[in-house]
């Protein structure tokens, strides 16, 4: 039976497509070398790159689908290195608790297929219940449904009663996540755990946080030791770690434990600037979603209490991300896409232009140094060969203004083409 079922799945899985495709534009941003590139032409198999070069010198392969992006600018698919695709910004808090658990699931495949939509090709999704991203992961490389390419990490870890843990209920429900351990040796574990089932990147919540109870974001939640020892285990295991990480303290203690990507990093202080910059841990601010939870939140459900906090840290990360930009650390594109809307995620990068980056390095942010930041150069982040065909064409000029990144008019992702706006 076991048999059976096994060769059931082989066949049901579908399979990357070999054909080949021979795709042409106006232009192309080539983000590793930072220039314009006219009359592109790009050829893929099995949804990766095999060539690049100019139109006129690439002869077209025998046999070649075309997809011709005439008038528009090539650009790589977008990365965003913060999001939580099982969420639901808009649903009441009293609705969230009579959905049974696997109703997150479908919420998560279907906002995977809104971001993909935005130019978002690939997504680390920094925290789910129940494995529920490794199961959108698979479904979408399998090809039964349409989304970003996933990056997951299942259960965020964390300290009992901190940002990680639940914190909305009395005691008499005894809730508590799955990724809730305290002490070196039980975070060692977690790591091994989730892992275990699934996680590409361990999420750890090093300090307390704007939408949980009863922490503040300024407040470090877990050891400089236990940091540590997280980041030493995922690190031996090959994977990389992201600290949730809103005080100065906390972040400051995530950089020297080695984490090698540090979210929200709202309240940074010149310390932590510079210990940034010495050490390469790369910063990941959610600069623009405070817009939507302030004129939103309300409405939703948002405690007052949270929206405190959110106003609290909203213009302070904003000057921390500007300062950190302008001293040279390697910033990344990451939204908290699931506090808002996941279709508004592009939205980041009109506040990241406004708060001191030139379009290229935006552009940068949500590209190749994301990619770096994933370890994952060799299939994601730029238009060169190797790499995954995952191309948003827009029209204008995306190193004049961010505004058409913002307005994708056609999404490639591994060679097909997945959205069109022409
Ligand atoms: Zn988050």
Redesign the pocket.
Known sequence: MKHLLLAAALILAAPVSAETVFITADRMVDVLTGRMVDAPAIVVTEGRIVSVGRQGSVAVPEGAKRIDLAGLTLVPGFIDM?V?LTSDPKMQPMDALLKTDNYWVLVGAQNAGKMLATGITTVRN??SSGFDDVAIKQAIEDGRLQGSRIVPATYALGATGGHCDETFFPPSFEAKSPGVADGVDALRAKVREVRKYGAEVIKVCATGGVFSRNTEPGQQQLREEELKAIADEAHMWGVKVAA?AHGASGIKAAIRAGIDTI?HASLIDDEGIKLAKERGAYLSMDIYNTDYTQSEGKKNGVLEDNLRKDREVADVQREGFRKANAAGVKMVFGT?AGVMPHELAVNQFGTMARYGMSPLQVLRAATSTAAEALGREKDVGAIAPGRYADIVAVAGDPLASVEPLMAAKVVVKGGEVVADRR
Request: glycine share 14%; no cysteine; proline share 0%.
């Open positions: 913060h939580h920094v925290g949730h979210e908290d």
